[in-house]
């Protein structure tokens, strides 16, 4: 009987310090004695309450026995069954609120088995051991299929689509694939070397990939469907659309919401300016607004950039915060200031115009609103200044509107997110899927890729159904071999 | 799906500005008048948006004027015929809204008298009557003259040296012209930022009905970034999918101004830096 560990086996990681000016990988991943060992945790339940907490539904207890019988190889092929995107799932999903919180062991005072870590390691022991096999379905199907972005949601839907037999086009409005993988997450929570490459296995299973192609604007739906002779086009164009607070001095320069910031570093490379051409503020002191994973990479990215202090401003306190539990503590061990039950009210500039401050007032919490979470509510004469030479505003994104504004009878919710069957990702336009964050609002990468993957299976269903109405109304009509 | 994007045609057009044909047959396709599209050069490129000056939806051809400012607008200016442009991604913003009568001004200063091209054409095709007032310092710096003349019913040159045509600012001359009774009933500007400040207030005093063309900094182009945010009327606009055209006088002209500057120090070392390569 192996020696059993109520807590998980951690995973090695870089030093903070060295951290605070690197852009490396940040979690380093468990060796294999490491793996095996956490595996072991595992009690193998009969009825795996994990499988359900996870929205692909990965066979998680299948896989980590195997792990712990360092069948790594078969470990890899089982994740493959239900997700294309381990290595990133591994590295980005809030696994916390997922898999791991339905744990038996979680709910016996123990710490759950590490799923999140095992699945990166296979992931990774996969890659290091001669990559990937295609999986593609033997039979072409001649229909083609448009996914509209390229970020987990288009990623998973084009990949369930080809190995299916279909031809699939991404068309995708940056000039780099991924999506909110690329211009989101940053370099050190999850290497751009594995969005390429997962791209490069789709490329491998014959899907193509078009890049500056915005979709309401270079292309419409219609367009696709019409003329270019698209069957089915499933949208899954993300929550792009960045909000702000409406306080004084938000256009001020040195204020950016958090997409902009994160873009400038991710997809352009701000950081290694001049090498790179795009520029992006230094900042002394940072200040981000928000208590979410965003607001987490853009407070440990402005540490990156050189900032002596970076603050987090949330106006709720630490219990409410949206990150996950490992990014909040990878922020707090470098060094990261929480600003909890703090709302910003203005922003100050200086005689240049650029921000300098921000203007603060302490808060406590109230009533329960309607996100069910304890209003805050500001406390009178609290009122403080808060010195920041750079501004992340990282409130959370709206979906972005250019796909439905060019659709005509393609319906809306009142937040402006795509109407679509939670089963299906059908929408009001016939051959018209979407899911992802268009459809439900900021989310995470790994609801994405299960919406992806049902409407993987509902464009096929509906192309299969209207090729057997074709060919039946062939047959009756003695047309066939025409 | 083709996406590329070659140079077929390239012609100087001054010292600093250089006009490409460039082959783009997807984006040329769904182009309209007061688009633009988002060019990157190189790997380690910026993206960079530049106005529609002419499109062709047949020929499957879009033509931009780019002056030569900085670090990436000179490998642009660099391109060849035949060369393949790395991103060529468009055409973005919203198509400017012309009116279908009356007597419209169009007013371009610098290489802005490219991008009232397309208005113009479009404009001539619905019947409008046109009239385009274009300033430049010197006759030297004047482009497109050939293009644009005879496009419009009018079209009026100002030089800030007097070397050619009305001497002074295209202000001067608008209000001159609308003094004399020209009986302009919309008024279309795009050029440098003070400029169409300047088109804004004159056209305030006559109430003429104006919009401007903001260029404000920009990344994707698709209203993710929020990079390109403009107070317009006291609200925030992006100017890549709610503009680039936006009513002169409800425009902060200030605060486009002071965010337009905000990386002019970066832009002095990039630019600092491409000098030193050419040199090298």
């Keep these: 009987m192996p020696i059993v560990y109520p807590h998980k086996t951690e995973m090695p990681s870089r030093d903070p310090q060295e951290r605070r000016s690197s852009w490396d990988e940040v979690a380093l991943g468990y060796t294999e004695e490491q793996a095996v060992v956490e595996a072991r945790r595992c009690l193998q339940c009969q009825d795996p309450l994990c499988e359900e907490g996870c929205p692909v539904n990965v066979p998680i207890r299948e896989f980590i026995r195997l792990v712990a019988l360092r069948r790594f190889d078969e470990a890899a092929r089982t994740i493959r069954r239900r997700n294309l995107l381990p290595a990133i799932c591994g590295r980005v999903c809030p696994v916390e609120h997922q898999c791991e919180s339905r744990c038996v062991l979680a709910h016996d005072g123990q710490e759950p088995v590490a799923i999140g870590r095992l699945e990166r390691f296979v992931a990774d022991w996969e890659r290091a051991h001669g990559g990937t096999p295609s999986l593609v379905h033997p039979v072409r199907r001649a229909e083609k299929v448009a996914i509209v972005g390229s970020g987990p949601a288009g990623l998973t839907a084009a990949s369930d689509l080809a190995q299916r037999g279909y031809q699939v086009t991404v068309l995708e409005a940056l000039h780099a694939f991924g999506g909110v993988l690329r211009y989101g997450i940053p370099e050190y929570r999850l290497p751009k070397a594995i969005v390429d490459q997962d791209v490069e296995n789709l490329k491998a299973m014959g899907v193509e990939f078009a890049r500056d192609v915005i979709v309401g604007k270079t292309v419409t739906i219609d367009q696709l469907l019409r003329g270019l002779g698209f069957a089915a086009v499933f949208v899954g164009t993300g929550a792009g659309q960045p909000v702000f607070l409406n306080v004084p001095g938000e256009n001020l320069k040195g204020v950016y919401s958090a997409n902009e910031f994160l873009t400038r570093v991710n997809l352009m490379h701000a950081h290694a300016f001049p090498e790179y051409d795009t520029p992006v503020r230094r900042p002394r002191r940072a200040a981000v607004i928000g208590a979410g994973d965003t607001a987490m990479d853009a407070v440990r990215c402005s540490i990156r950039l050189g900032a002596e202090e970076a603050h987090i401003v949330y106006r709720r306190s630490e219990e409410e915060k949206g ?47 309607e996100s069910g979470r304890r209003r805050p509510v500001p406390v009178p004469g609290s009122e403080f200044v808060l010195e920041a030479d750079l501004v992340v505003i990282a409130l959370g994104t709206r979906p972005n509107p250019l796909v439905p504004q060019a659709t005509e009878g393609l319906a809306v919710d009142g937040h402006g997110c795509i109407v679509a069957d939670t089963e299906t990702g059908g929408t009001s336009r016939d051959g018209v899927f979407a899911g992802g964050d268009i459809t439900t609002g900021a989310a995470t990468v790994i609801l994405a890729m299960g919406a992806g993957r049902r409407a993987a299976t509902a464009i096929d269903e509906y192309l299969r159904e209207k090729a057997s109405l074709v060919s039946t109304a062939a047959e009756r009509t003695g047309n066939i071999g025409l | 799906m083709d996406t590329t994007a070659t140079v077929i045609e390239k012609r100087p057009l001054t010292d600093v500005t250089t006009l490409l044909v460039v082959r783009a047959p997807l984006v040329a396709r769904n182009a309209a008048p007061g688009q633009f599209v988002i060019l990157r050069v190189s790997e380690t490129g910026e993206r960079v948006p530049i106005s529609i000056t ?16 900085g670090r990436t607008s000179a490998l642009i200016c660099a391109l060849e015929v035949g060369e393949e442009i790395l991103d060529f991604a468009g055409p973005l913003g919203a198509p400017v809204e012309l009116p279908d009568r009356g007597h419209a001004v169009l007013i371009g200063g610098g290489f802005g008298a490219g991008a009232i091209y397309p208005l113009a054409r479009e404009l001539e095709a619905r019947g409008v009557r046109v009239s385009a007032i274009v300033g430049a310092r010197t006759a030297g710096l004047v482009i497109l003259s050939d293009l644009l003349g005879p496009a419009c019913d009018e079209y009026h040159v100002c030089t800030d040296d007097g070397s050619l045509g009305y001497h002074g600012l295209v202000t001067g001359r608008l209000e001159e012209l609308l003094a004399e009774g020209a009986g302009y009933t919309s008024c279309f500007a795009v050029g440098p930022m003070p400029m169409m400040r300047a088109v804004a207030e004159a056209t305030a005093r006559w109430h003429l009905p104006a919009l401007v063309s903001l260029d404000p900094l920009m990344i994707d182009g698709t209203g993710m970034c929020g990079g390109c945010r403009v107070s317009v009327g006291g609200e925030t606009k992006f100017a890549c999918v709610d503009g680039p055209f936006f009513p002169a006088d409800a425009v902060d002209f200030d605060e486009v101004t002071d965010r337009k500057a905000m990386y002019a120090e970066d832009e002095r070392v990039s630019c600092e830096l491409a000098e030193a390569e050419v040199t090298v």
């Design chain 2, 54 to 69: 002419d499109f062709d939806r047949e020929a499957g051809t879009i033509t931009i004027v780019v002056q030569n400012v």
């Design chain 1, 323 to 369: 990150a996950r539990a490992e990014d909040y503590r990878r922020a707090v061990e470098e060094g990261a200031i929480f600003d909890w039950l703090t709302l910003p009210t203005r922003f100050i500039g200086d005689a240049d115009g650029w921000v300098k401050a921000v203007e603060c007032i302490r808060t406590e919490l109230g009533e329960p609103d």
